[in-house]
C-alpha cells in the first residue's frame, strides 16, 4: 500500500519565519494531494490541495510545489503567525476511495 | 466548513464493555471514512462507506469492531469488547469523492 512521509516530524520557528514541510509518496497512482491542519481540540482542517496534472499552487501564505517525478510535495507557508501552529499532514489519494495520510509534522510558531 | 457532527465528544469504557460512536456526515457526501489516531498522531484507516455500503475494512474492524451508515441514520462505529489499545481519537470524515475529506471533531474514547 500506499508509504507516505513526512519530514520534518517538528519544526519551532519564531513569527514571521517562512517554513517548508515536505512530503514522499510511493504510489504511482496517487493523483490528488490535499493538505490538512490540526490544531489542538479543533477537527482536522482542509488547507490547500494540489492534482498531478499541476506543479505549483497557491493560497495567500501557502505554496504547494509537486514533483511527480520524485514523488515527492512541498508546503511552504510564509510569514508564520502564532495561529499556524498545528499539526500539518499531506494525504496523497487516487482519487478514489483510498485516502492515507503522512506521519503529520508539529509547527510550533513562536510570538 | 465541515459540517461533520460526532458523538459523543468523550468516551470512557472499562475493558470488556462495548464502546459505541456515531457520526453524521456532510449532507450530499456518498463516502463515509472512519479512522483512529493514536497518541503520536498516526491515522489508522478502519473501514468506509459509500451510499450504506462498505467498500474497504481492515481485517481489526471484521473482528471487534463493527460499522453502519444507514440510509437516513447515523453511521455508527462500536468495538464490541474494548482493549487498552483502543484508547484513540476516532475521526469521522466524509466525501464528495475525488476532493478533499471533511472531518468531524472526533470521539475520543479511554478504555480503563
Known amino acids: 500500500g500506499e508509504q507516505v512521509e513526512q519530514l520534518p516530524s517538528s519544526l519551532i520557528v519564531q513569527e514571521g519565519a517562512s517554513v517548508l514541510i515536505n512530503c514522499s509518496y510511493t504510489?504511482?497512482?496517487?493523483?490528488?494531494f490535499p493538505w490538512y491542519k490540526q490544531e489542538p481540540g479543533k477537527r482536522l482542517q482542509f488547507i490547500i490541495d494540489?492534482?498531478?496534472?499541476?506543479e505549483r499552487k497557491q493560497n495567500q501564505r501557502l505554496t504547494l510545489l509537486f514533483d511527480k517525478k520524485t514523488k515527492h510535495l512541498s508546503l511552504h507557508i510564509t510569514a508564520t503567525q502564532p495561529g499556524d501552529s498545528a499539526i500539518y499532514f499531506c494525504s496523497p489519494g487516487t482519487g478514489g476511495y483510498k485516502v492515507v495520510f503522512g506521519s503529520g509534522t508539529r509547527l510550533l510558531v513562536s510570538p | 466548513n465541515s459540517k461533520v457532527i460526532q458523538t459523543p465528544r468523550y468516551l470512557v469504557k472499562g475493558q470488556g464493555q462495548k464502546a459505541k460512536m456515531r457520526c453524521i456526515p456532510e449532507k450530499g457526501h456518498p463516502v463515509v471514512f472512519w479512522y483512529q489516531q493514536n497518541k503520536n498522531n498516526e491515522f489508522k484507516f478502519l473501514i468506509n462507506f459509500q451510499n450504506q455500503e462498505v467498500l474497504q475494512q481492515i481485517d481489526m474492524t471484521e473482528k471487534r469492531f463493527s460499522a453502519e451508515c444507514p440510509s437516513n441514520s447515523p453511521c455508527s462505529l462500536e468495538i464490541q469488547s474494548s482493549e487498552a489499545g483502543d484508547s484513540a481519537l476516532y475521526l469521522c470524515a466524509s466525501s464528495p469523492h475525488n476532493t478533499e475529506v471533511f472531518f468531524g471533531k472526533g470521539t475520543r474514547l479511554t478504555v480503563v
Open positions: 494540489i492534482r498531478s496534472n499541476m
Open positions: 504510489d504511482s497512482a496517487s493523483v490528488y
